[in-house]
Structure formats: structure tokens, C-alpha cells
């Protein structure tokens, strides 16, 4: 029998911190319970939130609805010759299915070690580092599709990933996640086109790097980034790194030489956004109870005691700075609820 719960803190459950409670709450350990939940048609009409690690999340206020929080733990694989299937559940941590992964030396998301929450969010914003995305190396998701109840594969042509974009969040709060199909591979295709990532191997004198090696590294250069979320709330980028076009990109070069770039596909610029807010002076600022990181000033922080509304406020500066010097408007990466 499901248990829901009523009035729950959801201060543990968001590594921004922010003290904000919901009217209801719901813990899914097997899909099962899925259908159970939604036989009851109260459950279709209230305001509902899917709920994993809560490291991409905002609360700006209480939420007068049902928190539904994705428990469902299991890691599986098998081996094809050289390619891996693997699939977990959408409560696993995803770190701790990447470190499953590279103890096996299953190849292929390794550059993506330490970040945090579930992978059942992981395909809602084509989660990327260092390099590679999830698209890179997913399979297939399983998804309860809440208006007919049924159970949906979505393959990757049907997800659309794109930078910090899927099917997903278009279509945000018809379908919940059960579990994603990893393709991976027992003959590692070593990616440190990151330069940090040669940097930090070349200081270690490594140079024919193992898959573990690249896990090692990248999670030490995350360490020296970011924030940790046990110490300083917070939700990794705030917002996402624009990409413009190169007619709109070449008047803002020649004022700003400086203006760190890269390719954005399709002949497009993605600009760093980090550096722009830095330029306008925000890095390391600390506003009340917020501020931006002083190592990244694409994280916004919450420096204790802060509430969604004021780390909101201060998104909303920065975007209005940004946006006078730059003539670039920031979009918000973090899900604002
Ligand atoms: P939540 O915050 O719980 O949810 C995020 C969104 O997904 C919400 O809209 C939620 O409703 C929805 N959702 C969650 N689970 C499901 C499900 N099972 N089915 C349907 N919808 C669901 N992200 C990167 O891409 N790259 C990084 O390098 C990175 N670094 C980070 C560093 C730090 C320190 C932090 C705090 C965050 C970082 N992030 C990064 C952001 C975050 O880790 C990812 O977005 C992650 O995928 C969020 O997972 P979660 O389980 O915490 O999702
Ligand atoms: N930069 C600055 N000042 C800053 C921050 C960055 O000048 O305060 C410059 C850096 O020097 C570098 C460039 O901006 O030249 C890019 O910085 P970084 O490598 O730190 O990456 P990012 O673009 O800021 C993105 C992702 C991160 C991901 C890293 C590594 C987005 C929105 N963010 O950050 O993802 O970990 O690359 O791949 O795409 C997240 O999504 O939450 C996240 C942390």
C-alpha cells in the first residue's frame, strides 16, 4: 500500500537547501506502484512534481501539490561482444551507476563522474561534461505515461536531445522515468579533448590514461569547480551557456576580444557564460543570502538561510546585467518550481 505523506519538508531533498515544504509526498520504489498511484484519479488532476536528487531544482515556494520522489533502485548489464547494455533504475544515484560502470570497465561515461542526482533525470536535460553527453551513450528509456497510464520505450530519435534539451522537457510532466538503457563499450574510446582534462593528467604524468584514470580526473577538477552541495547549496550551472548566431556573434567579438567561444554545431557559437558574468562583476559576490561561486560564477550559491525567491531575484540581476553589457539574454538551466 502506497504510503503518501502530507506537509514534508523538502529541505533534504534539494541541494540548493532551500527550506520549502510540500502539501503531499510520495516515495516510488518499483514501477508497480506507478499504476497504483494513478488508479487513483485524484493524483491526475493535482499539480504534481517528479522529484529525483533535486540538484536541478529551485524552489521558489511550498508546493501545494504531490512531490513524487523516484526511489526505484537496480543495476543490470549484458555483454554483446563488445558493447554493454546496461540499465538502471531511475532512483539509482548517477554517480554511483558511473562508478558501477568503471569498476566493470564498461567504457563510455566516465567523463561524466560526480554529477549529481538520479539517473532517471539524467535524460530530462541531456546531462553533459568534459566532453560528452548522455546522448552520446543512451539506448532506450522506459516512461509511465501519466494520461493513458501505460508504460512507453523511448529510443533516442524520440527523446531529441539537444544541448541541455530533450522530449522531456517539452513535453514536462507527462512522463515519469522508471529506468534508461546505457550503450556502452569494453574497448574505452578515450576522450580528454577537454583541455583540463590533459592538463590534470599531465600533471599526474599519466599518458596513456584508463577509463578510471579520466574518472579520477574529471571528478578532481569537478571538486575544484563547484561547490559541494553537502556544504553550500547550490544547483550546478544556473543557467545555460548561450548559443547565438555567428552574425550575432561576430559585433559582440569585436567589442569583446576576449569573449570565450566555442563551437556551437550547425556553424553556431556557444559563448561561456560563466565569463560574461564575470565580466560584469558578479563572481564570488556574495547578496544577502546568495551569491555566485567564487571558482564558477555560472553557480549560483546559497550561502545558508536563503530562500528560492531571493536566489531567484538574483538570477533575475544577472540576467538583466548580462544582457545591458553583452546584449545576450541568459536562459535559466535550473527547473524553477
Ligand atoms: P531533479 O533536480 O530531482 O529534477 C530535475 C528535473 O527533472 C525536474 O524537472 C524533475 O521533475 C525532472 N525529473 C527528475 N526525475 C525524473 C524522472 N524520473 N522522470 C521524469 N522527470 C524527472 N548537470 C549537467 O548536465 N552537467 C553537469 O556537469 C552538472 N554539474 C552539476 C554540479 C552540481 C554541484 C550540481 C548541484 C548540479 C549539477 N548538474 C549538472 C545538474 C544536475 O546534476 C542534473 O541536472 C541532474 O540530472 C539532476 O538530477 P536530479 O535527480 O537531481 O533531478
Ligand atoms: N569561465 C570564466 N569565469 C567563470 C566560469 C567560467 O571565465 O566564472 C570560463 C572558463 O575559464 C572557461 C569557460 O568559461 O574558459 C567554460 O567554463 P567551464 O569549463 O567551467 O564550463 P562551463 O561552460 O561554465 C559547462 C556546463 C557544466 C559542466 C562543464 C564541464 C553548462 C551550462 N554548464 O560549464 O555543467 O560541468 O561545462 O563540461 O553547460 C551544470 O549543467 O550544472 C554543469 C555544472
Known amino acids: 500500500?502506497?504510503?503518501?505523506?502530507?506537509?514534508?519538508?523538502?529541505?533534504?531533498?534539494?541541494?540548493?537547501?532551500?527550506?520549502?515544504?510540500?502539501?503531499?509526498?510520495?516515495?516510488?520504489?518499483?514501477?508497480?506502484?506507478?499504476?497504483?498511484?494513478?488508479?487513483?484519479?485524484?493524483?491526475?488532476?493535482?499539480?504534481?512534481?517528479?522529484?529525483?536528487?533535486?540538484?536541478?531544482?529551485?524552489?521558489?515556494?511550498?508546493?501545494?501539490?504531490l512531490v513524487i520522489r523516484m526511489n526505484i533502485?537496480?543495476?543490470?548489464?549484458?555483454?554483446?561482444?563488445?558493447?554493454?547494455?546496461?540499465?538502471?533504475?531511475?532512483?539509482e544515484v548517477w554517480n554511483d551507476f558511473v562508478n558501477y560502470c568503471v569498476g566493470w570497465q564498461f567504457a563510455g561515461v566516465e567523463n561524466m563522474s560526480l554529477i549529481p542526482g538520479s539517473v532517471g533525470a539524467s535524460p530530462i536535460q541531456n546531462i553533459g561534461a568534459y566532453g560528452v553527453e548522455l546522448k552520446d551513450v543512451f539506448d532506450t528509456c522506459r516512461a509511465f505515461e501519466i494520461a493513458t497510464g501505460e508504460f512507453k520505450t523511448f529510443t533516442k530519435a524520440d527523446c531529441r536531445f539537444g544541448y541541455r534539451e530533450s522530449v522531456f522537457k517539452q513535453k514536462k510532466g507527462e512522463y515519469i522515468i522508471v529506468s534508461v538503457k546505457f550503450t556502452l563499450s569494453l574497448t574505452p574510446n578515450?576522450?580528454?579533448?577537454?583541455?583540463?582534462?590533459?592538463?590534470?593528467?599531465?600533471?599526474?604524468?599519466?599518458?596513456?590514461?584508463?577509463?578510471?584514470?579520466?574518472?579520477?580526473v574529471v571528478s578532481h577538477i569537478r571538486v575544484s569547480k563547484l561547490p559541494d552541495p553537502s556544504t553550500i547549496g547550490n544547483a550546478g550551472s544556473f543557467f545555460k551557456n548561450p548559443v547565438i548566431t555567428a552574425d550575432a556573434f561576430n559585433p559582440i567579438?569585436?567589442?569583446?576580444?576576449?569573449?570565450?567561444?566555442?563551437?556551437?554545431?550547425?556553424?553556431?557559437?556557444?559563448?561561456?557564460?560563466?565569463?560574461?558574468i564575470e565580466q560584469c562583476g558578479w563572481k564570488g559576490k556574495v547578496v544577502g543570502h546568495t551569491g555566485t561561486w567564487k571558482n564558477q560564477a555560472l553557480v549560483l550559491v546559497n550561502h545558508g538561510g536563503a530562500t528560492g525567491q531571493e536566489v531567484y531575484a538574483l538570477s533575475s540581476q544577472i540576467i538583466d546585467s548580462v544582457y545591458s553589457k553583452f546584449g545576450v539574454m541568459l536562459e535559466r538551466e535550473v527547473n524553477i518550481l
Open 1 to 65: 500500500m502506497l504510503q503518501i505523506h502530507q506537509n514534508v519538508s523538502l529541505k533534504n531533498f534539494n541541494t540548493f537547501g532551500i527550506d520549502a515544504s510540500a502539501r503531499y509526498f510520495v516515495e516510488i520504489a518499483h514501477e508497480d506502484e506507478l499504476t497504483e498511484l494513478f488508479l487513483d484519479p485524484q493524483w491526475k488532476t493535482t499539480e504534481r512534481l517528479v522529484l529525483g536528487g533535486g540538484s536541478n531544482l529551485l524552489l521558489t515556494q511550498d508546493f501545494d501539490g
Open 73 to 91: 533502485r537496480s543495476i543490470e548489464h549484458r555483454i554483446n561482444h563488445n558493447e554493454v547494455f546496461v540499465e538502471a533504475g531511475a532512483g
Open 190 to 216: 578515450i576522450n580528454t579533448r577537454y583541455g583540463a582534462i590533459e592538463q590534470e593528467l599531465a600533471n599526474r604524468g599519466i599518458s596513456n590514461p584508463t577509463i578510471k584514470d579520466i574518472s579520477q
Open 253 to 276: 567579438q569585436n567589442k569583446y576580444p576576449d569573449i570565450v567561444n566555442f563551437p556551437g554545431g550547425d556553424g553556431l557559437v556557444k559563448l561561456a557564460a560563466g565569463w560574461m
